[in-house]
T-cell receptor, first 113, second 118 residues
Framework: GNSVTQMEGPVTLSEEAFLTINCTYTATGYPSLFWYVQYPGEGLQLLLKATKADDKGSNKGFEATYRKETTSFHLEKGSVQVSDSAVYFCALRPNFGNEKLTFGTGTRLTIIP | GAVVSQHPSRVICKSGTSVKIECRSLDFQATTMFWYRQFPKQSLMLMATSNEGSKATYEQGVEKDKFLINHASLTLSTLTVTSAHPEDSSFYIC??????????????FGPGTRLTVL
């Protein structure tokens, strides 16, 4: 079956530090890959996505590249801000058959001023 | 962007009682809504897919008689946990798909409901 493994948290960084949150997946075929973010008290929001190998999703300074050879979709940001403190979820969706999302466990990120 | 609300945000109930959780799409029509469950430090697990006007499709291992889902309108789906027990304590999250957006990736999530069964 499909599965997503992401870096366990919590992760605590100082403001302006470089961020990487690792995500690897197992899936049949070529799924679409997503990063969702959940700010305190709010619902999950789509942060970025990539639908095929070598695609790079980007939004709000965050980036992730779909690496088929390593089955990975690591999230990166060059300089984090306090407002980036949230829980980040990696997810995949098969491109055929259904629209169900499979999520990772989430990584809580805290940025210290 | 589109907003999905859930009510209540938190609920505490006694073992054996039933609890209803509402999921509403506030500014769009949602022909499909999804219900997830999240245990501490674990991923969101899809429980069921709810289509307006028809019976929900439950994932393997989810008891449909225990987790009753109703999607009677294009903006409201409800999840009723019947005869709740402490092991049902969890974080329940719904999402709604905006068909009008034309994208199957456009799922909007509610903020979740924390259920505690004593």
């Amino acid at each position: 079956g499909n599965s997503v493994t992401q870096m366990e948290g919590p992760v605590t960084l100082s403001e302006e530090a470089f961020l990487t949150i690792n995500c690897t997946y197992t899936a049949t075929g070529y799924p679409s890959l997503f990063w969702y973010v959940q700010y305190p008290g709010e619902g999950l929001q789509l942060l970025l996505k990539a639908t095929k190998a070598d695609d790079k999703g980007s939004n709000k300074g965050f980036e992730a590249t779909y690496r088929k050879e390593t089955t990975s979709f690591h999230l990166e940001k060059g300089s984090v801000q306090v407002s980036d403190s949230a829980v980040y979820f990696c997810a995949l969706r098969p491109n055929f058959g259904n629209e169900k999302l499979t999520f990772g466990t989430g990584t809580r990120l805290t940025i210290i001023p | 962007g589109a907003v999905v609300s859930q009510h209540p945000s938190r609920v505490i109930c006694k073992s054996g009682t039933s609890v209803k959780i509402e999921c509403r799409s506030l500014d769009f029509q949602a022909t499909t809504m999804f219900w997830y469950r999240q245990f501490p430090k674990q991923s969101l697990m899809l429980m069921a897919t709810s289509n307006e006007g028809s019976k929900a499709t439950y994932e393997q291992g989810v008891e449909k008689d225990k987790f009753l889902i109703n999607h009677a309108s294009l903006t409201l789906s409800t999840l009723t946990v019947t005869s709740a027990h402490p092991e049902d304590s969890s974080f329940y999250i719904c999402s709604a798909r905006d068909w009008a957006s034309g994208s199957t990736d456009t799922q909007y999530f509610g903020p979740g409901t924390r259920l505690t069964v004593l």
